[in-house]
Antibody, heavy 121, light 107 residues
Framework: QVQLVESGGGVVQTGSSLRLSCAASGFSFNTYGMHWVRQAPGKGLEWVACISYEGSNKKYVDSVQGRFTISRDNSKKTVYLQMNSLRGEDTGVYYC??????????????WGQGTQVTVSS | EIVMTQSPATLSVSPGEGATLSCRASQSVSSNLAWYQQKPGQAPRLLIFDASTGATDLPARFSGSGSGTEFTLTISSLQSEDFAVYYCQHYYNWPITFGHGTRLEIK
């Protein structure tokens, strides 16, 4: 079965950096786009970024454009989110999610359990 | 950016009754609409994609409808495990956006 395990979260100061990882198993990783979605404390879901199956196409929400970078290593079946210049509003649970259909960027059909990121001043 | 508006924000329903949740898009998203369920402390779970297609193992009491800008998630007979927060999401273009959610609570 599909399994997504996030890691790398923690407590950091404003302006610092953090790299999240998501290890995938149970599916053909190199044929699916992957997403990061976050959730601020007590708030709703916010889509953050998506990377295509081969890694050449990347999309971001405006609020993280230029600060966050999504990447993947298909040999390791892992997707990453490099987060720089972190702000208080980046605090939340970050979920890794698998795209539904292969070779596209659409809805997310499997989700990890999330990793907590806390940015404090 | 397409804005997704869900209503109501909170819906109080008795077990065994039906529930209708609404989602409106600020512009047409065709049928590129998904619904998710989230319980406290858990990751979201995909329920419906392409506006009306059920995810794997989705109970038959859940159904989705609509296209363009107006969408509905219907739960025909609420079970205790259905009380949760429900989000709609469009994937018509970038950025993908979610609605703010409807909290379905026990009356």
């Amino acid at each position: 079965q599909v399994q997504l395990v996030e890691s790398g979260g923690g407590v950091v100061q404003t302006g610092s950096s953090l790299r999240l990882s998501c290890a995938a198993s149970g599916f053909s990783f190199n044929t699916y786009g992957m997403h990061w979605v976050r959730q601020a404390p007590g708030k709703g879901l916010e889509w953050v970024a998506c990377i295509s199956y081969e890694g050449s196409n990347k999309k971001y929400v405006d609020s993280v454009q230029g600060r966050f970078t999504i990447s993947r290593d298909n040999s390791k079946k892992t997707v990453y989110l490099q987060m720089n210049s972190l702000r208080g509003e980046d605090t939340g649970v970050y979920y890794c999610a698998k795209n539904g259909p292969p070779y596209s960027g659409t809805y997310q059909d499997n989700w990890g359990q999330g990793t907590q990121v806390t940015v404090s001043s | 950016e397409i804005v997704m508006t869900q209503s109501p924000a909170t819906l109080s329903v008795s077990p065994g009754e039906g529930a209708t949740l609404s989602c409106r898009a600020s512009q047409s998203v065709s049928s590129n609409l998904a619904w998710y369920q989230q319980k406290p402390g858990q990751a979201p779970r995909l329920l419906i994609f392409d506006a009306s297609t059920g995810a794997t193992d989705l109970p038959a009491r859940f159904s989705g409808s609509g296209s363009g800008t107006e969408f509905t998630l219907t739960i025909s007979s609420l079970q205790s495990e259905d009380f949760a927060v429900y989000y709609c999401q469009h994937y018509y273009n970038w950025p993908i956006t979610f609605g703010h959610g409807t909290r379905l609570e026990i009356k």
